[in-house]
């Protein structure tokens, strides 16, 4: 695409945790980076199920053993979660809110935190600007007013900050149901600025306890990168004013650029590792504009819904066919705390096993680099996967002529690492690198930046959240909340039979109350209702459920065209979604999560 030119980028981010990057432009970004989970004594979760999903504020290697082992330290988890999830059920305080109201508990924990003298008042004076306005904004979030918004107990208010605040190491984040439900920008915006009031950051001497191994080499500078532009990067979308912002195009309005026809319509779509029809919201118009397409081109090791529709599907090798490294994984640590790798730990691995004689099988790399060869393009190979705030990305000058080999493409993607990606492959017994101590640096000398917590664009979330409940429709009584099963990802697991043999579906859960007063039993079909469409699901008990909520598992069904057999293949939630009302700002997610919808019983059923 940098060879191309093309500036119509879309990526899954903007459909997953987007506000994480809107609020990092509007609040600055600390250079010293954050205390690791296994160094804290106390960590906040909204809207996030590691011990499930593997990811999202634990660390993903073995999370339940790190969450006991930290809780045996005497460790404080504070968890924000409608559902009592498996990870709530292991915290000192679980707050069960009405889903989509995280910026008023937020909010209220952070008006709190400032009342108790809680604050880190040195790192603040240093460090922070705009304590008077977040003070100013945050004021009409009492615990009592919290509690009315939230539906919760106003003391948890009060407790959830005093856990927080006193604590000397921790941090606060959030996940997907957080930034699935209405929220996201405002949401990630108060979760930065209670880790800022609090100082939980990394200050001048600390030791970072991983620097890294694969990653690019950079300095940890107590210092910050002030607050930087959110939007108006260029490659303006012809649908609902979108521009190129921090977080991306916004994926929800891509299918829209397929069907609206004229200048600039999209007519060609690569897809790689994804799974569209299962993923994006709205499913019926992704089925229509994946069919309106001139080129729809998959690589993909297996048969999936999108591919159903493709042009071109092209098997990519597997994993074990292909020589590989822990770099993605150790670079998700500059996405938000507690993702990658706690201790600096690296590992490559040669290819294990060959792939099946006679086979075409390319890996992903290279079937790029080959239209890049027949398109005559000159590539550049970037280091790491995702960009690393304030140091300058390496990048390799691909020779076009010689095809390069699957062991100099990570040699490129790990130029100036933190350690030799030879020294892995020479001692592959070796996983663990602590040669080198890395302390946080003072600032560079006659810097002024701050981190920023009086942005009037978030505060204008704020107060439009202030203002009622905008997602509530009448006679749309229940919310409809994601979530996350185990021994599934999104859309793998669901086609592996001892994966899906629990339920054999993605049932909808109810609270078993719910269920009583609506009259279903478990295994029944019922139809579960938004204001854009109606699907089909299985009914199933949750009693760590909220009352009025319907909580199913997303990716699952089949496309709009399929037999319907919920029992057989599940459903497709995405289908109750809208990506053309209830979106935000800047990323365009539409609500995915707290999503009003009505449940009622099917008189006759074919499942």
Not at 265 to 277: C, D, E, F, H, Y
């Amino acid at each position: 695409m940098d060879a191309l030119g093309l500036k119509m980028r879309f990526a899954s981010g903007t459909i997953d945790q987007p506000g994480k990057q809107t609020a990092d432009a509007a609040h600055g970004y600390w250079l010293g980076g954050s205390f690791p989970f296994d160094e804290c004594d106390t960590w906040m979760l909204v809207g996030s199920n590691p011990l499930v999903a593997n990811s999202g504020g634990i660390p993903h290697a073995n999370p339940g053993r790190r969450l006991k082992r930290a809780l045996s330290r005497g460790f404080q988890l504070i968890v924000i979660d409608p559902r009592r999830t498996e990870t709530a059920r292991r915290a000192a305080l679980h707050i069960q809110p009405k889903p989509g109201t995280d910026p008023a508990i937020l909010a209220g924990i952070i008006r709190e935190v400032i009342r108790q003298n809680l604050c880190d008042t040195p790192f603040i004076a240093q460090q922070v600007e705009g304590l008077d306005v977040l003070k100013a904004e945050v004021e009409p979030f009492t615990p009592q007013a919290v509690a009315i918004i939230a539906d919760i107990p106003a003391r948890q208010i009060i407790d959830a900050a005093g856990i927080f605040g006193s604590a000397q190491k921790g941090s606060c984040t959030a996940s997907t149901g957080a930034n699935m439900s209405g929220w996201s920008n405002i949401t990630e915006y108060l979760v930065l600025c209670l880790n800022s009031i609090c100082g939980r950051y990394r200050k001048a001497g600390d030791i970072v306890t991983n620097p890294g191994v694969l990653t690019t080499r950079r300095d940890y500078k107590a210092q910050a990168i002030p607050p930087y532009p959110i939007d108006g990067y260029g490659s303006k979308l012809r649908v609902r004013d979108f521009s190129m912002a921090v977080c991306g195009l916004p994926t929800s309005a891509l299918a829209d650029e397929m069907l609206l026809e004229g200048e600039g319509q999209v007519k060609a779509l690569i897809t790689i590792g994804g799974n569209p029809m299962m993923a994006w919201p709205d499913q019926q118009k992704t089925y229509d504009g994946l069919k309106s397409l001139e080129l729809n081109v998959c690589v993909e090791p297996r048969q999936t819904a999108t591919t159903a529709l493709a042009d071109y599907v092209l098997a990519p090798k597997l994993p074990l066919e292909t020589p590989g490294t822990t770099l993605s994984t150790e670079n998700l640590s500059a996405v938000s705390p507690a993702l990658g790798h706690s201790q600096p730990y690296g590992q490559y691995v040669p290819a294990t096993v060959e792939p099946p004689a006679g086979s075409d099988l390319l890996e992903d790399w290279e079937f790029f680099y080959g239209l890049a060869q027949h398109m005559n393009l000159q590539l550049n190979a970037k280091a790491g996967v995702f960009p690393i705030m304030g140091t300058d990305t390496p990048q390799t000058t691909m020779d076009m002529e010689n095809k390069p080999s699957s062991e100099d493409v990570l040699d490129m993607v790990t130029k100036d690492s933190w350690v030799p990606l030879e020294a892995l492959r020479r001692y592959p017994q070796k996983v663990l690198f602590v040669d080198e101590t890395v302390t946080v640096k003072p600032a560079d000398p006659g810097t002024h930046a701050r981190l920023s917590l009086s942005s009037d664009i978030m505060f204008e979330e704020l107060r439009e959240f202030a203002r009622g409940d905008k997602y509530a429709r009448d006679g749309f009584d229940f919310r409809l909340i994601s979530r996350r099963m185990p021994n599934h990802f999104n859309s793998m697991g669901p086609e592996i039979e001892p994966l899906y043999a629990r339920y054999g579906t993605n049932p909808a859960f109810m609270h078993p109350d719910d269920l009583t007063d609506a009259g279903f039993s478990k295994g029944d079909v019922i139809s579960v209702q938004s204001e854009h469409a109606t699907i089909k699901a299985v009914v199933w008990p949750d009693k760590y459920l909220r009352r009025g909520l319907v909580s199913m598992c997303h990716c699952w069904g089949e496309n709009p065209d399929g037999t319907s057999q919920v029992t057989a293949v599940g459903t497709n939630s995405g289908r109750l979604i809208s990506v053309e009302v209830d979106y935000a700002r800047f990323s365009g997610i539409p609500l995915m999560s707290a999503l009003p919808v009505k449940v009622s019983a099917i008189e006759a059923s074919n499942d």
